[in-house]
């Protein structure tokens, strides 16, 4: 079973920037995706961006331009980097994989079904 930590949540102002680690161990597949996703205030989560073990990533509207998903595998963590953050970025984000993909990454991004999930890390935006 995998364990996901995440860090680097915090306060920011509009237009600044942040950047959220998440830590991977256990074990590990050669095909996998890997996601952030965020729990708005009165919203259901949404999925932010994501990363396929081909290195490909996809990002939600809202956040292309402004995040950055990456791996490093070799520290085995997961990035995203924040910047011009707005209002709307609030929530808490947490990260995801799932280890054995069966659906494309639009699937995953869109749904969230994904079997190991981090606590999240809380992000709030002021002006």
């Known amino acids: 079973q995998l364990q996901l930590q995440e860090s680097g949540g915090g306060s920011v102002q509009t237009g600044g920037s942040l950047r959220l680690s998440c830590v991977l161990g256990g074990y590990t597949s050669p095909n996998y995706y890997l996601g952030w996703f965020r729990q708005a205030p009165d919203n259901e989560r949404e999925g932010v961006a994501l990363?396929?073990?081909?290195?490909?990533?996809k990002y939600a509207d809202s956040v292309k331009g402004r995040f950055t998903i990456s791996l490093d595998g070799a520290k085995s963590t997961l990035y995203l980097q924040m910047d011009d953050m707005k209002f709307e970025d609030t929530g808490v984000y947490s990260c995801?994989?799932?280890?054995?993909?069966?659906?494309?990454?639009?699937?995953?991004?869109?749904?969230?079904?994904?079997?190991?999930w981090g606590k999240g890390t809380l992000v709030t935006i002021s002006s």
């Open positions: 995801a994989v799932e280890v054995a993909p069966v659906y494309s990454g639009d699937y995953y991004l869109a749904t969230g079904e994904m079997h190991y």
């Open positions: 990363i396929a073990s081909d290195g490909t990533t």
